[in-house]
């Protein structure tokens, strides 16, 4: 049997790893965290996987990744509960940033996928609907993988900090380590806050995109009146908490989108640092001893069950 030493329990190394179950290998897992770690940023992350919404931050290669991946989540989705959901996603803006999203919708429209004309939005907001997106909730992604590999006989999970040479490793190596890969070139860190509210008084089932020149916004509706609000983008791998600066803004706009917002619980307040290259595309490197798939960037969901398959075909 085949043995595979994957490196890294983000959202990139959990993907290789289950699908590296799924083609039959033998799989040894490495992290420097155990396995029921809460730091990383796969795990903190919205867990969006809606690509047209992404064109505003990223090239449309985006879009090559999509199909194989959405696919790959709905067929997990019945062994690994990941709380998979497909709606439609409400782009909106001020009134006053209208041409904003005129200049997104222009965007889409080149790449031929299909939008809403402007929708009824909220007062004050105007806005368009891309129809169909995908988002996951991460924690129950976790929770249901780390019993997956802790249940299956071929998988091994061992808690290890590994150099950049990662020495002393079975089979073919696959390095997922994310930020923490600094030996790839060019590799860098952009960090993201978010906050996790309790508002009863809200009522939003679908992901909101809120544009703003200065405070974007998203809200990730979670079920049971509880919603993720994000996320900063700011040039940093510096993962310490929350600025005050950004809980104002996101506060702050969530409450001027929807003022049931004011009288919302702050739960929880999380950081991660997201890996990226400066094409903001993922790659595959070829190392010495290593493959490594890292630079996901604002969509490691997205990415990483189309990038595991890419690497894992050649292994095979
Ligand atoms: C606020 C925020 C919101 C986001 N929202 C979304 C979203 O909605 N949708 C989406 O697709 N993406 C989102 N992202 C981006 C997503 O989180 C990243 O793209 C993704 O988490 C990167 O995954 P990764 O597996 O490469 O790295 P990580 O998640 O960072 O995992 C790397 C793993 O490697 C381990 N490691 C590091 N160094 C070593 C070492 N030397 N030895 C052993 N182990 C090591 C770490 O402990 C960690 O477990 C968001 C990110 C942030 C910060």
Redesign the pocket.
């Known amino acids: 049997m085949k043995k595979i030493s994957i ?7 959990r993907v290789t790893s289950l699908m590296a179950l799924e083609y039959g290998f033998a799989v040894d897992i ?4 155990s396995l029921s ?1 809460e ?11 809606s690509p047209i919404s992404e064109l505003d931050y990223c090239s449309s290669d985006i879009l090559e990744y999509y199909s194989f991946s959405m696919n790959w989540w709905k067929k997990i989705e019945q062994e690994i509960k990941v709380d998979l959901k497909i709606k439609d996603t409400l782009i909106c803006a001020f009134q006053q940033d209208a041409s904003e999203l005129e200049l997104i919708k222009k965007r889409i429209r080149l790449t031929k996928n299909p939008i809403s004309e402007n929708v009824p939005c909220k007062l004050g907001f105007t806005g368009f609907k891309i129809p169909r997106e995908g ?1 996951l909730n991460p924690r129950k992604f976790f929770r249901s993988s780390n019993r997956f590999f802790q249940n299956h006989k071929k998988c091994h999970f061992f808690q ?4 950049n040479d990662l020495p002393g490793l079975e089979g073919s190596i696959i390095d ?6 600094k030996n790839l070139k060019n590799l860098r860190g952009v ?4 906050l996790e509210v309790f508002a009863k008084n809200v009522q939003i089932d679908h992901i909101v995109r809120l544009y703003h020149p200065r405070y974007p916004l998203y809200i990730i509706p979670r079920g049971a009146g509880l919603f993720s609000l ?2 900063s983008m700011i040039e940093s791998d510096d993962n310490s908490a929350i600025s005050v600066r950004t809980s104002l803004e996101i506060l702050t706009t969530a409450v001027s989108y929807d003022e049931g917002f004011l009288e919302a619980r702050i739960l929880n307040s ?6 990226t290259f400066p094409s903001s595309l993922p790659k595959i490197c070829k190392n010495k001893n290593s493959i490594s798939i ?1 630079g ?7 990415y ?1 069950p189309s990038l595991a398959h890419k690497v894992l075909r050649e292994i095979i």
Do not use: T
């Open positions: 490196i890294g329990l983000g959202v990139v190394g490495y992290d420097k965290n770690s730091d990383s940023a796969s795990y903190i992350a919205g867990g969006m996987i988002f290890k900090k590994l150099s997922c380590r994310g930020i923490g890969a960090r993201g806050e978010l994000g996320a999380l950081v991660g640092i997201r890996p890292n996901v960037f604002r969509n490691g969901y997205l990483a």
